[in-house]
């Protein structure tokens, strides 16, 4: 079982810039996609970005051109580098670990908060 620990949230102002870290507790061969989603109250969690072990980087439309997804796999680390914040990207941010094979089997960390506000 994979454990997921997210840090770098925080309170940040409009345009301002973050940068999110999810270590994993161990290295995983079968792992095929690494990324983020992020979750409102009362809304469904959503993509922000993924990386397959390909090399491909998808990103969701509201944050191409201001996030940038990139892994470190020597320190089983993935980084979401997030600039021009704008109140829109409050959520809580979620580290998450694809296995993709008959089914998909997610891994997720618990969560780190960002607030975007003046």
């Known amino acids: 079982q994979v454990q997921l620990v997210e840090s770098g949230g925080g309170l940040v102002q409009p345009g301002g810039s973050l940068t999110l870290s999810c270590v994993a507790s161990?290295?995983?061969?079968?792992?095929?996609?690494k990324g983020w989603y992020r979750q409102v109250p009362g809304k469904a969690r959503e993509l922000v970005a993924l990386?397959?072990?390909?090399?491909?980087?998808k990103y969701a439309d509201s944050v191409k051109g201001r996030f940038t997804l990139s892994v470190d796999n020597g320190k089983n680390t993935v980084y979401l580098q997030m600039n021009s914040l704008e109140p829109e990207d409050t959520a809580v941010y979620y580290c998450n670990h694809k296995i993709i094979g008959a089914r998909e089997i997610d891994f997720w960390g618990k969560g780190t908060q960002v607030t975007v506000s003046p």
């Open positions: 161990e290295s995983v061969f079968s792992i095929n996609a």
């Open positions: 990386i397959s072990s390909g090399g491909s980087t």
